[in-house]
């Protein structure tokens, strides 16, 4: 299985469609991860949804015949979470991956945080343009400026059939 970052050309928003939830992650008392699989371009590619409650019960009412029995598992879990994270996983054949079916979901890219520290600390250095070290610094520039395989939902649509 691929990351679906990796099959991406650029960071512009873009469309998934025949998605699979395989897990639900609570993060802390206001967020929620979902690890899903979706296919692009004849292969399974993996990613990480960040979201907040709303937006996860959206998706479990999009759940088909399992959205009620899944809304129920997620409530009874946050009302019993001692400790953070909690998983609630969906790979085994007594819990299958959850299909979104006729689903598509826009995504947005996510960016690691930036070290403002050390851009702080850098302002009051004096610019040296020295082209005779190594290229550590582009690949520190680049690595920071790469997005990761977490995305941003910006929007859930259903396909209707005629």
């Not at 469309?15 to 395989?22: D, P």
């Not at 930036?114 to 680049?142: A, I, K, P, R, V």
Request: hydrophobic share 40%.
């Amino acid at each position: 299985m691929k990351r679906l970052i990796d099959a991406l050309a650029d960071d512009a928003d873009f469309f998934v469609e025949q998605i699979q939830l395989t897990a639900i992650v609570f993060d802390n008392t206001d967020d929620v991860t979902v690890w899903a699989t979706t296919f692009l371009d004849e292969s399974l590619h993996f990613f990480h949804l960040g979201l907040q409650f709303p937006s996860l019960d959206l998706l479990l009412r999009l759940a088909g015949p399992r959205a009620e029995a899944l809304q129920e598992e997620v409530a009874e879990a946050l009302a019993t979470v001692t400790e953070w994270p909690c998983l609630l996983e969906y790979t085994s054949e007594e819990k299958p991956p959850v299909p979104l079916a006729g689903v598509a979901m826009k995504l947005s890219c996510t960016y690691p945080a930036e070290d403002f520290e050390n851009d702080e600390e850098e302002e009051g250095e004096e610019l040296d343009l020295g082209l005779d070290e190594g290229d550590d610094e582009e690949e520190e520039d680049y690595e920071g400026s790469t997005p990761h395989n977490i995305f941003y939902l910006e929007g859930v649509f259903l396909r209707l059939e005629p």
